[in-house]
Nanobody, 117 residues
């Protein structure tokens, strides 16, 4: 059974940093795309960034502040978030295994990030 478990969320003041981690189990995602999404209250889920064999990229809304990385040996993907803003407040989700239709086959349960002004 494949599981993605996020950790590292919490409460931080604006300008602070957090590092989220997503641990995958049940299969290896070494050759798969892994990604982070977020969903704020009352808003649609938003793409944050993804990483594959060719490297990582982030959405314009977080570019220069967030960095995505992975450790294939540990089967994990991390999201380093710096210079956090109140508008970054959301539940952050890890996703894995990009399909040809553009969706992700596996999702974590999410971790809450709250940024105070």
């Amino acid at each position: 059974q494949v599981q993605l478990v996020e950790s590292g969320g919490g409460f931080v003041q604006a300008g602070g940093s957090l590092r989220l981690s997503c641990a995958a189990s049940g299969r290896t995602f070494r050759s798969s795309t892994m990604a982070w999404f977020r969903q704020a209250p009352g808003k649609e889920r938003e793409f944050v960034g993804r990483i594959n064999w060719n490297g990582g990229m982030t959405a314009d809304s977080v570019k220069g502040r967030f960095t995505i990385s992975r450790d294939n040996a540990k089967n994990t993907v991390d999201l380093q978030m710096n210079s956090l803003k109140p508008e970054d407040t959301a539940v952050y989700y890890c996703a894995a295994d990009l399909t040809r239709e553009g969706g992700y086959r596996y999702w974590g349960q999410g971790t809450q990030v709250t940024v105070s002004s």
